[in-house]
């Protein structure tokens, strides 16, 4: 499935949980998340988080801007599509 075309600059979206993408996915010997890229442990801090899809490359790339505690900045992670849902 290419759930890219689901997504599109502007979007509101939302990390999945950990262990939603861990029944998924599983975990690698690493205990990180082989979904289209590598979920790594050091992202899990970002499940559940919001934030607003800023940037898409050509490739599976989404860059997302984080909305926290009210303030809006850019994420220094690459997310692909099936690490984020859409929010309304």
């Not at 509101?12 to 890229?37: K, L």
Request: charged residues 25%; aromatic residues 12%.
């Amino acid at each position: 499935m290419d759930r890219k075309a689901n997504f599109k600059v502007g979007d509101h979206v939302q990390i999945r949980e950990w262990f939603d993408m861990e029944n998924e996915f599983g975990v690698n010997g690493g205990g990180d998340i082989p979904c289209s890229y590598i979920f790594t442990s050091d992202m899990r801090k970002y499940c559940g988080a919001k934030a607003i899809i800023v940037d898409m490359s050509p490739r599976n790339d989404i860059g997302v801007s984080f909305i926290l505690k009210g303030k809006i900045g850019l994420s220094e992670w690459t997310w692909s599509a099936d690490m984020i849902r859409h929010v309304h």
